[in-house]
């Protein structure tokens, strides 16, 4: 049974360089923390630094270590190799003590920010409070560290916002608007990033949407496509408001995790693309590969306009309240369906060629995140 595989299968990775200082991993607990860490725990050699928002250490060690029970067969033989410690993006100091900041300065010569709330909903104050205020927080920490030799940023892909065009590497502030306080809060943090790269070794890596493993079809966020897949899947998707010739911009968390920790010698200042550019499936071929997976019928689309003035207020209407709060939630995901961002990662792609790193393209492992995803009931197990 698929839900009972290892989540993630190793691919080639190249770790000559990484027995140097200590690493500290943000967000070691959410979606591409937890892959992030794995890989750095069978990878490499490094001891990892792992700050949870919990009420102490012993509390984060705990959350840590439940953690690791689902990522490797036997969490104590890295035991020795994460130190989990409590800490708040939103409190002043990230909550820490001078003991752990000076223990901090002292051993940690890498830091990856993976933390950030992934919520489309958030009013923007409560959304900057954690992905601007936080990433700030975060470089202070950073401007501590004696031995820094990096400050790996994870931000979006979506910080093109509303977008229609290229969208490059080099790109940033392009009068865009954004669709959700996630996409304008990444936003701005990048720009915090950006503001201190004359005084810190960072870097910024935008991926978009991302999927599971592309080996195992692991993921323990079903958000974003799996949304209609679920309800296609029962039935219940007659119509989505989308452009059929829209891009939709997928990648794995394997990708993302192996790119991250692959670049870590790039030079500084840089921000990367983990995107599938080019190869970016359209809303139409996913359409299609989802029907071939299912065998059902076709997926009509409607114009996301015509579906918001015509098709919405009478499916409001006739909702039950529990429908009408289902379709509020979900809604949120569908601006990613009818996007006119066509992104470029041709920098990215050739700083990713010597490591042997590419984006697969999603027609490779669809069926993989399909079966995972039915097997563990859309997220109601895992």
């Not at 003590?97 to 300065?105: H, P, Q, S, V, Y």
Request: charge should be negative; aromatic fraction near 8%.
């Amino acid at each position: 049974m698929i839900a009972n595989l290892p989540h993630r299968m190793l691919l080639p990775t190249d770790t000559g360089a990484r027995s140097r200082g200590d690493l500290l991993l943000t967000g070691s607990t959410g979606f591409l923390g937890m892959e992030l860490l794995a890989r750095l725990l069978e990878d490499t050699d490094r001891r990892v630094w792992a700050p949870v928002r919990a009420g102490d250490d012993a509390e984060a060690e705990a959350r840590l270590q439940a953690t690791l029970a689902t990522l490797v067969p036997d969490p104590g033989t890295y035991s020795e190799r994460v130190v989990a410690f409590a800490a708040d993006l939103t409190q002043p100091g990230l909550g820490l003590g001078a003991r752990r900041r000076e223990e901090i300065a002292e051993h940690v010569s890498e830091i990856i920010h993976a933390a950030a709330s992934v919520s489309f909903t958030l009013p923007l104050e409560e959304a900057r409070e954690i992905n601007v205020e936080g990433t700030r927080l975060m470089l202070e920490l950073a401007s501590e560290c004696r031995t820094l030799t990096r400050f790996a940023h994870v931000s979006t892909a979506y910080v093109a916002g509303d977008h229609s065009g290229d969208f490059g590497e080099a790109d940033h502030d392009l009068g865009q608007g954004f669709n959700n306080t996630y996409e304008q809060s990444k936003w701005e943090g990048e720009r915090l990033v950006n503001a201190r790269a004359s005084e810190l070794p960072v870097q910024i890596f935008r991926p978009s949407i991302v999927v599971g493993h592309e080996r195992s079809g692991w993921t323990a966020s079903f958000n974003v496509i799996y949304t209609p897949l679920r309800l296609y899947a029962r039935g219940a998707l007659p119509l989505i408001p989308a452009r059929r010739s829209a891009p939709v911009d997928i990648v794995p968390v394997s990708y993302v995790a192996r790119s991250i920790l692959a670049l870590d010698d790039a030079d500084a200042g840089r921000t990367f693309n983990l995107v599938a550019g080019p190869d970016a499936p359209t809303m139409a071929e996913l359409i299609d590969l989802t029907v071939s997976h299912f065998d059902g019928p076709q997926i009509r689309t409607v114009s996301p306009a015509v579906y918001r003035r015509t098709i919405e207020p009478v499916l409001m209407q006739r909702a039950t309240s529990a429908q009408r709060r289902w379709m509020e939630q979900t809604k949120v995901f569908f601006p990613y369906f009818s996007s006119g961002a066509r992104f470029r990662d041709d920098a990215t792609r050739a700083a990713l060629e010597p490591h042997g790193v590419r984006a697969p393209a999603l027609r490779e492992y669809f069926e993989r995140l399909i079966d995972f995803a039915v097997e563990c009931r859309w997220g109601g197990r895992k």
